[in-house]
């Protein structure tokens, strides 16, 4: 059995008819409701649940000082290369877009580490496009070995991988995976996702199990919110967080709830989320999942970020770059063009310093890898 099992469970479920027939009192029943079932999921992301959005705020914040405190924990985000083979219409690293492509040299990886270190960080998030060729499991490996040397923690965001090749990176050094579903309607990610290896929804929506199954340490599953209608994604999203809770219960489970930002090509966002429909996101999961991670990312406001803080957010990126290099190595912006724009470009020093002044602790090492 899989997840993919449970989506099949309710991938026809009448959603549009399910949320409209969820009463006042259903939503209010489920903000207090011990019970983390589907019912109260789908009740608390239903537009009667909007009703209650301070009572749900005031019930997510209590759970997240139960459960993680006045912590923040602080990561950045690292470009090792853009090549890509996939040809995701919502992305600027798509292969057909006519954009320079690099990959960062092992000399480059240890200038950009110690400039990000030299800010304090400690847990650093290695992305690259989706090119086998260009950025092979070899090359990534090596800049593991450098990245090892600079921080204790050291989290993927790449391809989805075989569970064999899990294993590898995890005896490297890697303690976190970091794989977005994207969209988990299956049609509409067929659509969006016209060719390459990530057309593969079957291959990617099981790749967190299999790097569950090797003994990662945590994994971070996600949806990009704007693609299709925001209540079944965040749906389908927290079933899974909830079966890898449950499934693999030495794991760390966490959730990012990323929108569509600006990107190079046309790509038109067909279901535009609100700010209010990102609270209720937050203070629904937290509801639903007490002890999930929650990341949030730089694509929101500053004002946004810190309205959202105390609702249940656990992890944000601070300092980012969304170009290859940007840290130390010098990168020419009118040609290395950015995978998104970033919204929040504070660095990590102003990032520490709004925490402090809320008082949250800003936590930079929570993790020391073997």
Request: charged share 25%; with cysteine; hydrophobic share 35%.
């Amino acid at each position: 059995m899989s997840y993919y099992d449970i989506y099949l469970k309710y991938k026809g479920l009448p959603f549009d008819n399910i949320f409209s027939g969820i009463s006042l009192n259903d939503a209010k029943a489920a903000i207090k409701s011990d019970r983390r079932n589907e019912e109260g999921l789908l009740a608390l992301l239903s537009p009667a649940a909007g009703n209650y959005l301070e009572d749900m705020a005031r019930e997510a914040h209590n759970l997240t000082l139960r459960h993680f405190g006045k912590t923040i924990q602080l990561y950045t985000p690292m470009y090792l290369s853009n090549y890509c083979d996939n040809e995701c219409s919502y992305c600027g690293f798509n292969h057909n877009n006519e954009v320079s492509r690099r990959k960062l040299s092992l000399e480059e990886v240890e200038k950009e580490a110690g400039a990000i270190s030299s800010t304090g960080l400690e847990h650093i998030l290695i992305l690259t496009g989706e090119s086998q060729d260009m950025s092979p499991l070899s090359y990534i490996k090596d800049c593991i070995k450098i990245l090892k040397r600079y921080f204790s923690s050291i989290s993927i965001e790449i391809y989805a991988l075989t569970e064999s090749e899990y294993s590898e990176l995890i005896g490297e050094g890697v303690d976190n995976l970091t794989l977005y579903q994207e969209t988990y309607d299956e049609r509409v990610y067929g659509l969006v996702h016209k060719g390459g290896p990530k057309k593969d929804y079957l291959f990617r929506l099981c790749a967190p199990e299999r790097a569950a199954k090797q003994g990662i340490r945590s994994v971070n599953v996600g949806v990009l919110l704007g693609l299709n209608d925001w209540r079944r994604e965040v749906f389908f999203m927290g079933l899974h967080a909830k079966y890898l809770q449950d499934n693999f219960c030495g794991v760390e489970i966490g959730a990012s709830i990323p929108r569509l930002r600006a990107h190079l090509g046309d790509f038109k966002i067909p279901s535009e989320i609100s700010d209010r429909n990102m609270a209720q996101i937050i203070t629904a999961l937290r509801i639903f999942l007490p002890r999930l991670g929650i990341s949030l990312s730089t694509r929101e406001s500053p004002e946004l970020r810190e309205g959202l803080l105390p609702l249940g957010v656990t992890r944000i990126s601070a300092g980012s770059s969304t170009r290859v290099g940007g840290h130390a190595v010098a990168c020419d912006e009118s040609f290395n063009l950015p995978q998104f724009e970033i919204s929040d470009k504070r660095n990590v020093e102003e990032i520490k310093t709004m925490l402090a002044l809320k008082g949250y602790q800003p936590v930079l090492k929570d993790w020391m890898l073997i």
